[in-house]
């Protein structure tokens, strides 16, 4: 025999990976990093813009925020849920065209205004179930999907009228705008909250309820890790990815609401673009576009972000307002860059 | 043990995919409270068995009892209902969650406000605790674990669900020798509970340290059930191989030496390694020559020719190629120095589905030319032509998507597609595995003739008597390193590097 | 078996061809338009011009820009991403050649036609290749790196004109969309130049073999030796390039950039150009001639609508049904409907026995 055996004699390997108690730490604040950027983020605007500008961290001021973001909020919410599986929804904007201006004309032609208010939130509801159908049954990708709905939103709200249609003056919807005083400060500066900011929060509480204490927020997070685990470990899947639409579409009927009270009419071109403003909120406030990891309070911080950027750049009076979308855009890449880094660490 | 009735028990069960029969006939019994391995070399159909267990796979034919009732499963969820927990390979748990979280996921402890965290955390402790991993925080995230103790965490899930059937499919196959151990520890404890436990792996020191019985799966049928204390290492190995021990002494006499006088070397490796892949090696290789590389699956050998393509990034050891240090850390790059390189995975790796024979032929070569210099119709005519004709392609259509031809021929086609670019050095991943006699026969007389052209070859296989036939040197590995060379000669068989397999790491008497 | 089946089966794939229901859509709409208008074909010529006049003359015009971003849009596809900055990047293209042809104010200059053209052209090609380094080097999703470039481009458009809807005036750059060749628009024929110089490119060389096979299988590209990133910033600073030509085409025409409205969401019209055209979104197969047909669908559908009095604000709700109908058509679940159905019709009489 010619055989050359050479066996190596030390058993050691270097192949162990074991423990790594001082990367733990390190990983799992970094999955918390970026929401708690956006918060830092936040706060830094508002003492930037009341050390520059003054009169930002006062009750009026931060009720305004709140007051004419309440709807972005509410899309927000839905986004995250959608986000948070790794899919995508173009179609709230056209869905608030849609049925704000089908609401306003249903009000004036005399319907019930409660039921109207019902009839609206239900019209998103029947958007998003046709997007998650045709995702979940027919294949087709979240992108063309909620595309197509998109369009067949913003298209039915232009057969419907293409000039803004007011709501009568006395119609019970605007209750849902009614300022209420909850201090009454000096002068003007009072904090007041509406129906609509109420019902956003409610919503934001509702969807941080459905993801962090239901089964079905569970394997929302499950499906955005990895849809294929989610499906071996025997979660309902495809029941989830058609529910996460529906929520989407629903929410942005609430959202329809919300708007069309504060402003008191609705027109065909109401929303465009908004499902971007949807998605860079929840971007901001550290929802991962791949899916798996993010927070609904984390997209509420996005949205009052991308909402605080406006009024200082209104206060500011320097910055040309057409630079709005360039920072926006800005923003947006060092919070995607941001999170790049974070997945590349976790690997 | 095993008195009673088998809790799963799949009678003469059948699975066919397009043109291939993966399960024929097959038997399988397994009872509570034992671990019974199932064996079997790639394309055995151990895994298509699992699924089939699992509800992945719908059988063709045949009976699946559990509990003594039969049972069609559908699903993943189904197979769960009926008391089956899979564990995977690659841990099919949710990184971006906690530990916790995922132990419980689905089965979460519900109150009047939803999810009871504290309540669902106590109980991922409970089933923790239950495996002896008291030592872990359910509030930690998953991503912060080791892959072993992942696995540990997974088969925590599975006892949730009051499994009464857990199936570890090669959960061994990336972890050292502690994380081994921990693991059979788990597994003893589960086992004393009465949990049935089908285990899968290719290393053979665990199958004899961990499993009470074996089934031997061979070309997708039943080669036979034993105890495992009664079938020695050889024996074991030659079931799977499918030879018995005389055929397999008498096997490779006929290989000729086909080169006796020392060549120049074309390439020295030196400690060439990757982490979690392989161990720090060297390798040398000659013109002209064919290197093979012997080994189980997960033994490393793979690995190693990954490394020599750029095909994965190593981590330690340069490489000195016709006298020159050279960079080969891309497959573009390893190219460029003509190496080239044809994956084990045929489907995932090698063939893009849906391009031609031609489009497929030519991929390489016009890789390496850049996209702004297309090669002209007749330069592609006469490179697909002449490789259709010399690895006899059938059909040699080129305009047929390549996804239509049987797996031999697809494999030709990439051998083309190697030979095309005029390498070197070609290294050969399993390029014999899973095709018809006939296209194996003429790969292998390929591999021959090119070697005597002058290219050097590295020569990957299951089959070892393939590896002793073609190859001048032998390079054997074993746990993710190498524990051998051998020139090879008449006196070397398949049983000699079965031998070095199996006897390596056992201290006391190594068999035959 | 008999002399029919060679012919049924010929139909079957021109039926199951991408172009086939595309062409048939077109057709289809020009009926409709027919129906509503006799005379709806008919093309004078116009001597005082030397133009050729009429609705399919309107059409052609319409088409060129789409046609530019979605050949575009549909190399970006098949490597398996997406550009959504082309709408944007066609704005600043406009806003940057009307700033200069304002300021150098030579209405009949062609050499300051040209540099307005070269300066497009420029500036488009680099945002392009922000996208590229975003995607190849960077490793952002497509989706949000060209979101991140469809934000800030509109911006930039709108700093570039400080906000403002800017005019020019010059000859030469109003000829590119509004002058005459052999009867037919400028426009149009530089469209189709284009549109065959890159198809040329593409399928000459072996651009279009590599993109999509990367687009298929970036795993077993990359073991083939493929460069990815090399094609990456090709496609994308492609895109970008025909991008700029499109917002040449779409600001020349009025010789006025509307920096709110110029190109505005056309990213999603040539994404639907082609996916109309048959390639997927998961990148792959990719078909010129498809999107070619899916941005001459898309015009067709524009002109039709306002030709029948709709508001073309209503327009989108019909692309909305031609993608479901695609979609529907592409779908696994009803081809495998369709399938069985004809499977069952034909296997009925066997089907009896173990039914």
């Known amino acids: 025999m010619t055989s050359t055996l050479q066996p190596r004699k030390d058993g050691s390997s270097n192949l162990a990976t074991g423990d790594r108690p001082v990367s733990q730490r390190f990983r799992f604040d970094l999955n918390t990093l970026p929401t708690i950027a956006a918060l830092v983020i936040f706060i830094g605007m508002i003492a930037y813009g009341e050390i520059a500008y003054g009169r930002i961290l006062q009750a009026n001021t931060i009720s305004n925020l709140l007051i004419n973001n309440a709807y972005l909020i509410v899309l927000a919410v839905g986004l995250t849920f959608v986000i948070l599986t790794g899919g995508i929804d173009l179609s709230v904007g056209a869905i608030i065209a849609f049925s704000s201006v089908s609401g306003v004309m249903l009000a004036n032609a005399g319907w019930d205004p409660y039921l109207v208010m019902v009839l609206m939130v239900l019209m998103g509801t029947a958007f998003g179930a046709v997007s998650g159908v045709l995702v979940q049954y027919f294949n087709v990708q979240p992108f063309i999907a909620t595309l197509a709905m998109m369009f067949l939103g913003r298209g039915l709200a232009s057969m419907l009228s293409t000039v803004p249609e007011r709501l009568s003056d006395e119609s019970p919807i605007r209750a849902l705008a009614t300022p209420i005083k909850i201090i009454d400060g000096e002068k003007v500066n009072d904090l007041v909250v509406t129906p609509g900011v109420m019902l956003a929060a409610l919503v934001v509480l509702g969807g941080f309820f459905v993801l962090h204490r239901t089964r079905l927020g569970r394997t929302v997070y499950a499906i955005g890790g990895s849809e294929q685990s989610a499906s071996l470990m025997g979660l309902p899947v495809p029941r989830t990815k058609l529910a996460i639409y529906i929520i989407s579409g629903t929410l942005a009927g609430v959202a329809g609401v919300i708007y069309t009270a504060r402003l008191g009419s609705a027109q065909n071109i109401t929303g465009i673009g908004w499902e971007l403003d949807a998605i860079a909120a929840t971007v901001i406030g550290g929802t991962l576009l791949t899916g798996g990891a993010g927070f609904v309070l984390g997209s509420v911080v996005g949205a009052l972000v991308l909402g605080l950027m406006n009024v200082l750049i209104t206060r500011d009076g320097g910055i040309r307002p057409e630079t709005t979308t360039i920072i926006t855009g800005g923003i947006l890449l060092v919070f995607v860059i941001l999170q790049r880094f974070v997945i590349r660490q976790q690997r | 043990m095993a008195t009673s009735l088998p809790i799963v028990e799949m009678k003469d069960i059948s699975i066919s995919f397009p043109g291939v029969k993966a399960l024929d006939g097959v038997d399988f019994r397994l009872y509570q409270g034992e671990v019974h391995t199932l064996m079997g070399e790639n394309g055995a159909g151990k895994s298509t068995l699992i699924k089939a267990l699992t509800g992945v796979y719908k059988i063709d034919s045949g009976q699946i009892l559990i509990s003594g009732e039969e049972r069609r499963l559908t699903g993943t969820a189904d197979a769960q209902a009926a008391g089956i927990a899979t564990v995977y390979q690659e841990v099919n748990l949710c990184a971006n969650l906690t530990i916790g979280e995922n132990v419980m996921l689905g089965h979460e402890v519900r109150g009047p406000f939803g999810i009871n965290w504290r309540a669902t955390y106590r109980a991922a402790t409970e089933a923790l605790k239950g495996l002896g991993l008291d030592h872990l925080d359910p509030r930690q995230p998953l991503s912060s674990l080791s892959l072993a103790v992942q696995q540990l965490v997974a088969i925590s899930r599975a006892m949730v669900t009051k499994s009464k059937v857990l199936i570890l499919d090669e959960p061994t196959s990336s972890l050292d020798a502690n994380e081994v151990e921990n693991l059979f520890t788990v597994m003893r404890r589960l086992r004393d509970q009465g949990v049935a436990i089908l285990f899968v792996s290719h290393f053979l020191d665990q199958v004899y340290a961990i499993s009470d019985r074996l089934t031997v799966l061979r070309n997708g049928k039943y080669e036979g059930e034993y105890l495992t204390r009664e079938l020695d290492r050889t024996a074991l190995i030659s079931k799977m191989i499918g030879k018995d021990f005389a055929t397999l002494k008498s096997l490779g006499r006929e290989r000729q030496e086909h080169h006796g006088e020392p060549r120049e070397p074309l390439l020295t490796a030196t400690d060439l390694g990757r982490k979690g892949s392989i161990e720090p090696t060297d390798v040398e290789l000659r013109r002209g020559e064919v290197l093979g590389f012997a080994g189980l699956l997960g033994s490393g050998r793979t690995e190693l020719a990954r490394l020599l393509y750029g095909a994965d990034k190593p981590d330690s050891g340069t490489v000195v190629l016709r006298g020159k240090k050279t960079d080969l850390s891309t497959p573009a790059a390893a190219l460029a120095n003509r190496i080239a390189f044809s994956s084990e995975n045929r489907r995932d790796e090698g063939i893009i589905r849906d391009l031609s024979v031609r489009e497929n032929l030519i991929l390489a070569v016009q890789a390496k030319r850049g996209w702004f210099r297309p090669l002209g119709k007749k330069e592609q005519d006469e490179i697909v032509g002449k490789y259709l004709k010399e690895l006899n392609v059938r059909p040699a259509d080129p305009e047929r998507a390549i996804r239509n031809l049987s797996g031999g021929n697809q494999q030709k086609v990439l051998l083309g597609r190697w030979l095309a670019t005029k390498p070197d050095l070609l290294i050969l991943d399993e390029p014999t595995r899973g095709i018809d006699v006939g296209a194996k026969a003429e790969i292998q007389a390929t591999v021959a003739a090119l070697a005597e052209e002058g290219v050097s070859i590295v020569f990957i296989s299951s089959e070892l008597e393939e590896v002793v036939r073609l190859s001048d040197r032998i390079l054997v590995l074993k746990d993710h390193r190498k524990i051998a060379e051998l020139d090879n000669g008449p006196e070397i068989t398949a049983e000699t590097i079965v031998a070095v397999i199996a006897e390596e790491g056992v201290t006391e008497e190594g068999a035959a | ?355």
Do not use: H
């Not at chain 3, 020009?30 to 009429?54: E, F, H, K, M, Q």
């Not at chain 3, 070269?118 to 590229?132: C, E, H, K």
């Not at chain 3, 130049?193 to 651009?207: G, H, K, N, Q």
């Open chain 3, 1 to 355: 078996m008999t002399g029919t089946k060679p012919v049924q089966a010929r139909l079957l794939e021109l039926v199951r061809n991408q172009y086939f229901w595309g062409i048939v859509a077109i057709a289809l709409l020009l009926a409709i338009n027919v129906a509503a208008d006799p005379t709806y074909l008919s093309i004078r010529y116009n001597d005082a011009n030397g133009a050729l006049v009429g609705n399919l003359i309107d059409i052609l015009r319409a088409t060129a820009p789409i046609l530019m971003i979605a050949v575009g849009m549909c190399l970006v596809i098949a490597t398996g991403g997406i550009d959504l900055s082309v709408g944007s990047v066609m704005v600043v293209a406009g806003a940057v050649s009307m700033e200069y042809l304002q300021n150098v104010g030579a209405p009949d200059s062609v050499g300051a036609a040209l540099t307005a053209v070269a300066f497009a052209v420029g500036i488009s090609a680099l945002l392009g290749l922000v996208n590229a380094v975003l995607v190849a080097i960077v490793g952002l999703q497509p989706f949000i790196s060209t979101l991140v470039i469809m934000l800030a481009g509109r911006g930039l458009a709108k700093v570039i004109t400080e906000g403002q809807n800017t005019t020019a005036s010059n000859d030469g750059f109003r000829w590119i969309a509004n002058g005459y060749v052999l009867g037919l628009p400028v426009v149009f024929i530089i469209a189709v130049v284009i549109v065959l110089l890159v198809a040329w490119i593409v399928r000459r060389t072996a651009l279009g073999l590599m993109i999509e096979s990367i687009g298929m299988d970036a795993k077993a590209s990359r073991l083939a030796g493929i460069n990815r990133r090399g094609l990456l910033f090709t496609v994308y600073i492609g895109s970008g390039i025909l991008a700029g030509v499109a917002g040449i085409f779409a600001t020349a025409s009025v010789m006025t950039v509307d920096v709110s409205r110029t190109g505005y969401q056309l990213e999603l019209d040539a994404i639907l150009a082609v996916v109309i055209g048959g390639t997927s979104l998961a990148g792959g197969r990719f078909a010129i001639g498809g999107a070619v047909i899916g941005a001459f669908l898309i015009a067709t559908l524009d002109k039709t609508v306002v030709f029948l009095g709709v508001s073309s604000s209503a327009t989108p709700a019909f692309k909305a049904i031609v993608i479901v109908v695609l979609c529907l058509l592409q779908s696994e679940r009803v081809r495998n409907l369709f399938r069985q159905r004809r499977a069952a019709k034909a296997s009925a009489p066997k089907e009896v026995v173990s039914a």
